[in-house]
T-cell receptor, first 113, second 114 residues
């Protein structure tokens, strides 16, 4: 069964450093998403991406965040200058169409020190 | 604004007992509704979904959920819980047409005693 994959599974970084989280969505999917889950809290939407552009972003997704689909298979989330409060589990998801099921990856746990 | 409420933060049941996890949503039109399960250290796995049609939907692992428009609810049920069902369960609403995002509830942690 096709699945969404994410790398790395864990990342530790120093405050102020840049991090790139990588995702490989399901191959025939066209809609891509990033969510995050701060420890002990609910999963929150960050951004959706379609046709090589952001279709929606949340208030959390400020200028420090960016997304990119650099090739036909990867989807990345970049945090330019990490803050302590960026520590969270970051989930990538993909779907075949709007209003279809979003399939989630296993997540990347980011720890900012 | 759209929202999802899961009133029960933590539920403990005995193995073999029945289970019902509550979910209420706030949305003006008919939403798309989902239940996801998250095992410790794992990602989110889809249990079941409601898009339209039959209001009682069947999912994986023996779970089912019923959409009740009059109560704005989408409760998850299982007739007999197994120890492997211990996990965190998230209800989510998808609000389409002008947005693709999922709005999640705060989750219910299920503990199963042998």
């Amino acid at each position: 069964e096709p699945e969404v994959t994410q790398t790395p599974s864990h990342q530790v970084t120093q405050m102020g450093q840049e991090v790139i989280l990588r995702c490989v969505p399901i191959s025939n999917h066209l809609y891509f998403y990033w969510y995050r889950q701060i420890l002990g809290q609910k999963v929150e939407f960050l951004v959706s991406f379609y046709n090589n552009e952001i279709s929606e972003k949340s208030e959390i997704f400020d200028d420090q965040f960016s997304v990119e689909r650099p090739d036909g298979s990867n989807f990345t989330l970049k945090i330019r200058s990490t803050k302590l409060e960026d520590s969270a589990m970051y989930f990538c998801a993909s779907s075949g169409d709007r209003a279809e099921t979003q399939y989630f990856g296993p997540g990347t746990r980011l720890l900012v020190l | 604004a759209q929202s999802v409420t899961q009133p029960d933060i933590h539920i403990t049941v005995s193995e073999g007992a029945s289970l019902e996890l509550r979910c209420n949503y706030s949305y003006g039109a008919t939403p798309y509704l989902f239940w996801y399960v998250q095992s410790p250290g794992q990602g989110l796995q889809l249990l079941l979904k409601y898009f339209s049609g039959d209001t009682l939907v069947q999912g994986i692992k023996g779970f089912e959920a019923e959409f009740k428009r009059s109560q704005s609810s989408f409760n998850l049920r299982k007739p007999s819980v197994h120890w492997s069902d211990a996990a965190e369960y998230f209800c989510a609403v998808g609000v389409s047409y002008n947005t693709d995002k999922l709005i999640f509830g705060t989750g219910t942690r299920l503990q199963v005693f042998p």
